[in-house]
């Protein structure tokens, strides 16, 4: 029975025979690991006598492949074509394609977030403008072999998660099942279905010395990283234009077309099944990628909690109650998807997914559970596989791999130890050199695997192969050895490949992994085939698709749109009073009523919530205003209104057009630590939000709760400044600098001026900023808007509480219209009274909004 | 063949009201030789409407629902009635404890793969060096089921059954250090033996009569869910041993759920909306029944 595990021992994958990296004399060359490791520690050396003048004198690095120079020193043909389009300086196009590739980053804010130890943050996506170039033949043969390896991970994967023939079988060895905390026993039977256990598959390959494509790593559970990969395409099509209009580069736009159409073949119990992405949220690493592709695939992007399951069924939680799911692209890991059966301490997942998964009603992609087979161990075992599964040879090798749950494999490893890479064989702890470490470390090492060795791998040590790659200290070209992420997705009953792919290499030259964690750089990878540009180009991803049936938003989007809305408007409104108050301290009118000024700034601190200190002179109110303006540790304080805007704007980030992302980055700097928000800096930016807001954002439901928002924060803005200047109990009536002053900082006094010319009455005041339909200022024009907006919302929840909501938008209406009619006689305490009545309804409108839509699902319908 | 009635009633009372709920549970008895479960009944308050039933990857049997109104308190009631014959009692066993690991790893090569899923450390069975103390008690010598009774005896000697001692929770290594706990410490800890000998070794959980028979006394663990282990006996199979109680199981122990540990088996699992805290009740009784009286 044990036959076919022992079978593998010697050379347990395969291997092709020894190449000149391999074993033949190996202690010349610089040595590095395959699996995720690669050393540049001798990389990036001087460049050497130039091989040929458009390069600059680029040469390879003993002992590797490099892709643009053959070992004879010229170039290959492919490279050498590349290099002929850029011009008659190709040093000098390249480095303008990096700064115009940098500059696209920064614009578009692609950003990678990065976790550093407590806080995690956003760092500009790492990108080199310099394409790897691949020949198409190469490339067939690689994606041929990829194709088999995807088909094998899937027949295994639903074995596993099925009739399990291969672990009965001994093939597959059964602790690497059942001792794998990645085998998830409550996902057993979903391999069962038709439908393919991994719908995308990606794997990690490197070019061995012999120039043969290698296999460092499959991802099987969440393949991460595709949308960046479009994205790079985008941008190096961009920054190298002239030299991809003049190279027949393998487009990617079939592949990206066709994955949203076997996305929906998935679950085939729906006519027009609906899709949704399934993200950790704004915090994890990838989660520019997830928003990308939510874009590209026009599904919404959802997190845990806008999922939710009942009778077995998926629903999505929208503004109109819940809306069933049919499939779900996973970028959870399983083990997080579901608190319930899973991992219990997930806050990510959905409770009752694999329940639903498992009554067959939703489809996941990829299946919950597919981390099962990422085990190094497994790589021992897969040729002989491969040969009893699909009847062939497997065609890729991979790093030959030692698994210390068998005797033999055990006793090599422990006598091999600084030769190879231990690996746990089930994650959890990082790889490690046997040759770096010292005596003492490798003795307990020696321990911990005889303790326990079928928790270990050992794995053959591979030199990677070089790339050029842009290296900025030298301005030139340098080698650097580089992995390669490629994508497969199922498509029609097999895996299609994508024609491209994400290749990173180390930037720091130190012998670390080649992970986007650790600082590696990307690039993206053109095809290089003659007569293959059937395909269209690559679009643009549109702005995330707005459901036509408004009532589908998603409960938690329009809960962010609508404080994108309220965040907008009051650190617009904040930022314009303080900006208002500076020319205060050198006008001359001021000693007309210096109250009225004094007045002005102490509401900048009030919003603030900053009481204001008595007998401060004008002067100090201000300053102390705008020193509030810059403190993080108050809540109220302009700039924490700024970082509660730019993480509303995060969230909200997919509905926007790419004018708005620049916009989040920059908004993002100024909330920056150490950073204080100069008021009029700040107000042009937001003056640009606010413009693309209201002009260019199609006038969908997610549209109307952020208008809400804005409108509502608008009134209450208006309130409170009539407040703090008009109502002043046992004071005069106000003068006309007062007057001025309030309808000043409403933004009102120049059309004000228009209408009213020359006059300055209390009455006509108050009508302008209160009552009038025409300026757009006033509490009546916010309160119009209010009730435009929310007759559009759904209603069919619940029809009564629906109708609370609107008639107290018709009650802030009434007040507004009416507040012109009533007598005007002592001006303070009536503003005070009306201020105190109009802000309790708007508190009342934001209660019941919030209940009624906000609430994710949860609202019970009310007949 | 004794026949009985299984009553187990848990309720959940929240601090505030939860909004929704979703729970899965694990409290129908395993029909398996010697056991069969004529009769199931769950009644659940508030009432759900997406009671669904499957097996889990133990073969146990896995209610999961959900809960839409919002609600305050909790009651699952769970009625079973169960025919049970007693084990066939094994007074040695054909292998050594020093022959067991090789051959149960010839049992796994020969097909019986998910025997290795028992022989690993698991979440609530560590791999804990202090056992190591424990079992080098035990001669490699004799025979499995001799072996089995003689850590029993050790669990007898050196650790006190304290109802208040530890909690859902509490780490192994603190019951070591302790020397007290409950079932399901005894449970664990006798799990974490067994595989550190090399052994295929299972968590149990399941009931005991409440009433012990006349003229014997009553056993431990029978106002609540017990737990004891099974240990496969190569070339024989799976045989129970309930460490708590210092026996092998009976025709009075009743198998509701098997796994590698609690958290495979826990009887109810839940995730609310909303809530707070909550507070935990539960009763079990198991009583004989007259089986003419079913007719």
């Not at chain 1, 094998?152 to 059964?174: C, E, M, V, W």
């Not at chain 1, 439908?195 to 494509?213: C, E, I, K, T």
């Not at chain 1, 991992?343 to 597919?370: E, I, K, T």
């Not at chain 2, 008895?29 to 759900?48: A, I, K």
Request: hydrophobic share 40%; glycine share 8%; net charge neutral.
């Amino acid at each position: 029975m044990g036959y076919a595990a022992v079978f593998g021992l010697a050379r347990p994958t395969d291997a092709p025979p020894p190449g000149p990296g391999r074993s033949e004399k190996p202690s010349r060359q610089p040595k590095t690991c395959l699996g995720t490791l690669i050393s540049t520690r001798s990389s990036m050396p001087p460049a050497s006598s130039s091989s040929s003048p458009s390069l600059a004198g680029y040469a390879g690095l003993p002992g590797r492949h490099d892709e643009a120079v053959a070992p004879d020193g010229t170039l290959r043909p492919v490279w050498a074509r590349f290099f002929q389009t850029l011009g008659p300086d190709p040093v000098a196009a390249l480095r303008a394609a990096g700064e115009q590739a940098r500059r696209s980053v920064v614009e578009q804010d692609i950003s990678l977030n990065i976790y550093s130890g407590e806080g995690s943050s956003a760092a500009a996506w790492p990108l080199d403008a310099v394409p790897l170039l691949l020949e198409d033949a190469d490339w067939s043969s690689l994606s041929d072999g990829l194709r088999q390896r995807a088909r094998l991970f899937n027949t295994l994967l639903k074995d596993l998660y099925g009739p399990q023939r291969h672990l009965r079988s001994g093939a597959i060895p059964a602790a690497l099942a059942m001792a794998n905390p990645h085998y998830l026993r409550a996902c057993a039977d979903l391999g069962r279905g038709r439908q393919p256990f991994l719908h995308l598959y990606a794997a990690d390959v490197g070019r061995s010395p012999d120039g043969r494509w290698w296999v460092l790593q499959d991802r099987l559970d969440v393949p991460a990283g595709l949308g960046y990969a479009l994205q790079n395409r985008l941008i190096v099509r961009h920054a190298l234009a002239d030299s991809f209009r003049q190279t027949p580069v393998r487009r990617l736009y079939n592949f990206a077309r066709d994955l949203r159409s076997s996305l929906d073949r998935l679950n085939d119990r729906s006519e027009s099944p609906r899709l949704v992405l399934l993200s950790p949220g704004p915090a994890n690493e990838s989660y520019f990628e997830h928003t990308y592709l939510a874009r590209h695939l026009g599904c919404p992007l959802v997190e845990g909690g806008d999922l939710t399951v009942r009778d077995r069924q998926v629903f999505l939680r929208t503004v109109g109650g819940l809306r069933p799911v049919d499939v779900v692209l996973r970028r959870v890991d399983s083990d997080f998807c579901d608190p319930l059966e899973l991992d219990p301490r997930s806050l990510l997942g959905v409770p009752g997914l694999v329940d639903a998964a498992q009554a067959g009603r939703v489809a996941l992609a990829n299946q919950l559970g597919a981390r099962a087979l990422e085990s190094p161990a497994l790589l021992a075992f897969l040729g002989p596989l491969c040969r009893s599964v699909l009847g062939e040879e497997l065609r890729l090798p991979n790093a030959a791999t030692w698994w210390g749950g068998q005797p033999v494999a055990r006793d090599y490893i422990l006598a091999n130890l600084p030769a190879l890479v231990l690996k746990p064989a089930f994650a959890g702890r990082q790889a490690l050199y046997g040759g770096a470490l010292s005596e003492t470390e490798r003795r307990a090492l020696a321990d911990e695997i005889l303790d326990r060795p079928g928790a270990w791998c050992g794995q053959e040590r591979v030199l990677l192969g070089t790339t050029p790659v842009w290296h900025h200290p030298s301005d030139a070209l340098r080698p650097a050895p580089f992995v390669m992420r490629v994508y497969l997705a199922w498509h029609d009953g097999d895996y299609q490949v994508m024609p491209g792919a994400l290749a990173r290499f180390n930037a720091d030259g130190e012998d670390a992994g080649v992970s986007l964690q650790a600082g590696s750089v990307s690039k993206d990878t053109w095809i290089v085939a003659p007569g293959r540009q059937g395909e269209g180009l690559l679009p643009n991803p549109p702005a995330s698709a707005s459901s036509r049936r408004g009532s589908a938003t998603p409960s938690r989007l329009a809960d962010s749109l609508y404080w994108l809305g309220r965040y907008l408007e009051r650190t617009a409104r904040l930022s314009a009073h303080l900006e208002k108050l500076d020319p205060l301290l050198r006008d001359d009118s001021v000693s007309l009523d210096p109250d009225a000024a004094s007045d002005a700034a102490r509401l900048a601190l009030e919003l603030q919530d900053n009481p204001p200190p008595a007998g401060e002179p004008l002067s100090g109110l201000v300053a102390l205003a705008r020193r509030a303006a810059a403190d993080r540790r108050q809540p109220a304080s302009l700039v924490s209104n700024l970082l509660r805007l730019s993480r509303n704007l995060e969230v909200a980030k997919v509905r926007l057009p790419p004018e708005a992302w620049d916009i989040a980055r920059r908004l993002r700097g100024f909330g920056a630590e150490g950073a204080s928000p100069l008021p009029a800096a700040l107000r042009a930016q937001l003056a640009t939000l606010e413009s693309i807001v209201g002009d260019t954002l199609a006038h969908d439901t997610g549209w109307r709760f952020l208008e809400i928002g804005r409108r509502l924060e608008r009134a209450n803005q208006l309130l409170f400044l009539l407040r703090g200047l008009l109502a002043r109990p046992g004071a005069a009536a106000p003068g006309e600098f007062r007057l001025q002053t309030a309808l000043h900082f409403a933004d009102s006094l120049f059309t004000y001026r228009a209408v009213f010319p020359g006059t300055f009455h209390p009455a006509d005041v108050l009508a302008w900023l209160v009552s009038d339909a025409e300026n757009p200022r006033s509490l009546r024009f916010q309160a119009e808007r209010l009730g435009e907006h929310l007759a559009t919302l759904p209603a069919e929840l619940a029809p009564r509480a629906t109708e609370q909501l609107r008639n107290t938008a018709f009650r802030l209406l009434g007040a507004a219209r009416l507040a012109e009619s009533e007598p005007l006689e002592d001006v303070s305490a009536r503003v005070a009274r009306f201020t105190g009545d109009q802000l309790a309804l708007t508190a009342a409108l934001h209660d019941r909004l919030s209940r009624l839509y906000f609430a994710h699902g949860d609202v019970e319908p009310d007949e | 063949m004794p026949l009985y009635r299984i009553q187990h009633v848990t309720s959940y009372r929240h601090e505030a009201p939860a909004a929704s709920a979703w729970q899965t549970l694990r409290l129908r008895p395993r029909d398996e030789p010697g056991q069969t479960v004529l009769d199931f009944d769950l009644e659940l308050v508030p009432r759900v409407h997406d009671l669904a039933s499957r097996r889990d990857a133990f073969g146990n049997h896995l209610h999961v629902f959900s809960v839409r109104e919002s609600h305050l308190e909790f009651h699952v009631a769970a009625s079973s009635l169960v025919r049970r014959e007693a084990p066939e009692r094994r007074e040695r066993a054909r292998v050594t404890l020093a022959e067991t690991p090789a051959a149960t790893a010839a049992a796994i090569l020969a097909g019986d793969f998910a025997l290795e899923q028992f022989r690993h450390p698991t979440p609530h069975v560590p791999a804990l060096p202090e056992v190591k103390a424990i079992t080098a008690k035990l001669s490699p010598s004799l025979d499995l089921v001799s072996a089995l009774e003689e850590l029993g005896d050790i669990f007898a000697r050196d650790f006190v059954f304290d109802a208040t001692a530890t909690e859902v929770g509490t780490p192994l290594a603190e019951v070591i250090r302790n020397r007290r706990g409950v079932c399901q410490d005894f449970a664990h800890l006798y799990l974490a033996c067994a595989r550190r000998l090399g052994l295929a070794a299972a968590y149990v959980s399941g009931y005991l009569r409440t009433e012990p028979p006349p003229g014997q006394p009553p056993l431990v663990g029978v106002d609540a869910m017990h737990a004891w282990v099974s240990v496969h006996v190569p070339g024989h199979g799976w045989l129970d041993y309930d460490p708590t109680n210092h026996c092998f199981a009976g025709d009075d122990h009743l198998v509701v759920a098997r796994g590698r540990d609690y958290g495979d088996v826990s009887p109810i699992r839940g995730i609310f909306n909303g809530g707070g805290a909550h507070a935990l009740s539960l009763g079990v009784t198991v009583s004989p029944v007259d089986a003419c009286v079913l007719g």
